[in-house]
């Protein structure tokens, strides 16, 4: 085992750790019967993930120098929470099935509706219970941060920056509403979502978290960083996420094969495969995206007419050409090695993964 797959897997148990014991503090298994649901639905959610976002926050921490103390792990297990929040109200609004291959948050709920025998809309139950559930989770990911146990003047140094990250995502959601609700789009403004909803808080904040969290202010390098190494990653974990949502393998991508298509996401991917095709599969894919019930033919036909228009390609090529200047930026900054052999090689995994 390589020495960052094994800092991985010790940051991951210590993340799960931190998580568990948590939400037990919150909702113990003892206690109020009608609330196990919801505390079931939230373990649940939070026993999967890849743990990059606590990982980069990690590593900012260690790359400016903070010590391996509990404390940093809790504060970068909170960040697994805003995630799980931010999944739990994206699959609400995309009328998602499936999450990570279990039921998401809302049908959960809507079958124990159905099972129990409840009065009114099953739909309706199941939706709002997933709402309140994003919620309680977005509540407890500021909880978790402010008691994690790292000195009160390296939290207010970061507050800031934990605040604006906060915000982005939650302007990303309701951007990407828009983008589908005006139809057409261009890669820019595909791009501008993406980084909002998912690139920004998935890598160059939690890296800024971590190095202000240790540093106690942002030195110009640091946002450097952050700009030339966290940004660039996180556009191209982003378009790998693109990718994934048409051409992913659903056993290890836990959704249903081209699920994205059926949804209509307005994708960078997408975008390109417009701006690319002939005007005849242009109409094709104008006609066929969004259709729920697009079944494996049109998904077929979808993936194909991508793959023709050179759009595939170009987004690959997108993602090998960010990565390249995000290691050129990481070599250029001044974290301790162990920082950038771990940075480099979740880079790498961000952007080249399956799920």
């Known amino acids: 085992m390589t020495t960052h797959a094994a800092s991985m897997d010790t940051l991951r148990t210590q993340v799960e750790r931190a998580l568990g014991e948590f939400v037990e503090r919150q909702l113990p298994a003892s206690g109020d019967a009608e609330l196990e649901p919801l505390r079931s639905a939230a373990g649940d959610l939070l ?25 940093i792990f809790t504060a970068a297990a909170s960040l697994e929470l805003l995630q799980a929040s931010a999944l739990v109200h994206d699959d609400v609004m995309d009328k998602s099935d499936l999450r990570r291959g279990m039921p998401a948050a809302h049908r959960r709920f809507q079958t124990l509706h159905e099972k129990e025998g409840w009065h009114g809309s099953p739909e309706q139950f199941g939706e709002g219970a997933a709402i309140l559930l994003g919620n309680l989770l977005l509540v407890w990911s500021g ?31 309701y951007l990407d509403l828009l983008e589908q609700a005006h139809g ?80 209509g996401k307005r994708t960078m991917l997408v975008a390109r495969t417009l701006a690319g095709a002939a005007p005849e599969a242009a109409a094709t894919v104008r006609r066929l995206l969004g259709d729920p019930a697009l079944d494996e033919d049109g998904v077929r036909v979808l993936r194909e007419i991508i793959e023709d228009s050179g759009a595939l390609q170009e987004c690959e090529d997108l993602i090998a050409g960010y990565l390249a200047e995000a290691l050129e930026a990481l070599d250029q900054a001044p974290v301790t090695a162990e920082a950038r052999t771990a940075l480099t090689g979740l880079a790498i995994a961000a952007t080249s993964r399956k799920t």
């Open 143 to 173: 909880e978790m941060w402010r008691t994690s146990g790292l000195p009160p003047a390296s939290l207010a140094a970061a507050q800031p920056v934990h605040d604006h990250m906060r915000t982005e995502l939650m302007c990303g959601q």
């Open 184 to 263: 057409e789009n261009t890669f820019e403004s595909a791009l501008r979502v993406a980084l909002f909803k998912s690139g920004k808080y998935s890598v160059e904040q939690p890296l800024r978290l971590g190095l202000v969290l240790a540093a106690g202010a942002l030195h110009p390098w640091m946002d450097e960083l952050c700009t030339g190494y966290g940004r660039r990653v996180g556009i191209a974990f982003q378009v790998r996420d693109d990718i994934l949502g048409v051409f992913g393998d659903p056993a290890q991508t836990g959704k249903p094969a081209g699920d994205d298509l059926r949804e």
């Open 47 to 71: 026993a999967g993930g890849k743990r990059l976002r606590p990982a980069f926050c990690y590593w900012g921490w260690r790359g400016a120098g903070g010590a391996d103390v509990p404390g």
